[in-house]
């Protein structure tokens, strides 16, 4: 009696055992639930994914955008139809020189002080030559007379040492000289020279973030 009963119980477990088996690989073949144990290698038909492709603006995007940078450049010309640079100067040196003084300075106040500066020393050379303390006394109306007397005399050592008293025309050029940033480089470059540079100061990033021309706030970046 006891053996038939075992024996009955282990036939009667058997078919449901096999059926669960059976159920659970059918469900994981058909939802991809299976996954591959540890040390195993992937199949060889198995494929890499992809990494997303960057989305690039689309054409009617960009004639927007040309639209509406037309739309700002015609309302600036009808406001500023006669805009150019308003610090007096005659040749390149002089520019670059009142472009020096015009940190933290007016630029009323600066042409105010040229006329003298320039009469006094009409050449890099002239200048390189100068006393400090003349030169600060020139310029002392300016505002932070002391500094700006070092940068003109060095400005001026530096062009008569390494450009024969010359104005250099490239940005790179430009910034080696003492007293001279991005923003003076370029304001010399386009106009002393008619090169195209866009000179970028704290209004122009607030304005050109204003008009979503840029979310970025470094110079350099905005330029580019």
């Given at each position: 009696?006891?053996a038939?009963?075992?024996t009955?119980?282990?036939?009667?477990?058997?078919?449901?055992?096999?059926?669960?088996?059976?159920?659970?690989?059918?469900?994981?073949?058909?939802?991809?639930?299976s996954?591959?144990?540890?040390?195993?290698?992937?199949?060889p038909?198995?494929?890499?994914?992809?990494?997303?492709?960057?989305?690039?603006?689309?054409?009617?995007?960009?004639?927007?955008e040309?639209?509406?940078m037309?739309?700002?450049?015609?309302?600036?010309?009808?406001?500023?139809?006669?805009?150019?640079?308003?610090?007096?100067?005659?040749?390149?040196?002089?520019?670059?020189?009142?472009?020096?003084l015009?940190a933290?300075?007016?630029?009323?106040?600066?042409?105010?002080?040229?006329?003298?500066?320039?009469?006094?020393?009409p050449t890099?050379?002239?200048l390189?030559?100068?006393?400090?303390?003349?030169?600060?006394?020139?310029?002392?109306?300016?505002g932070f007379?002391?500094?700006?007397?070092r940068?003109?005399v060095?400005?001026?050592?530096?062009?008569?040492?390494?450009?024969n008293?010359?104005?250099?025309?490239?940005?790179?050029?430009?910034?080696?000289?003492?007293?001279?940033?991005?923003?003076?480089?370029?304001?010399?470059?386009?106009?002393?020279?008619?090169i195209?540079?866009?000179?970028?100061?704290?209004?122009?990033?607030?304005?050109?973030?204003?008009?979503?021309?840029?979310?970025?706030?470094d110079?350099?970046?905005?330029?580019?």
């Amino acid at each position: 009696m006891t053996a038939r009963r075992s024996t009955t119980r282990s036939a009667a477990k058997s078919p449901a055992k096999s059926t669960a088996k059976a159920s659970v690989k059918a469900k994981a073949k058909a939802t991809g639930a299976s996954r591959a144990r540890p040390g195993l290698k992937p199949k060889p038909n198995s494929k890499p994914k992809k990494s997303p492709r960057a989305v690039r603006p689309s054409a009617a995007g960009l004639t927007q955008e040309k639209r509406r940078m037309s739309t700002i450049l015609r309302r600036l010309h009808k406001e500023y139809p006669d805009s150019k640079c308003s610090l007096s100067f005659d040749r390149p040196l002089q520019l670059v020189l009142a472009t020096i003084l015009s940190a933290q300075c007016t630029d009323e106040r600066v042409n105010m002080v040229t006329p003298h500066l320039f009469k006094r020393y009409p050449t890099a050379q002239d200048l390189a030559d100068a006393e400090l303390v003349e030169v600060e006394e020139i310029i002392r109306s300016t505002g932070f007379y002391r500094n700006k007397a070092r940068n003109l005399v060095g400005c001026a050592q530096h062009l008569v040492m390494h450009h024969n008293g010359e104005v250099p025309r490239t940005l790179d050029e430009l910034v080696a000289l003492p007293g001279v940033g991005r923003k003076t480089a370029n304001v010399v470059l386009g106009n002393a020279f008619g090169i195209p540079g866009l000179v970028v100061d704290t209004h122009v990033t607030r304005i050109a973030n204003l008009l979503q021309l840029t979310d970025n706030k470094d110079a350099v970046k905005i330029e580019h």
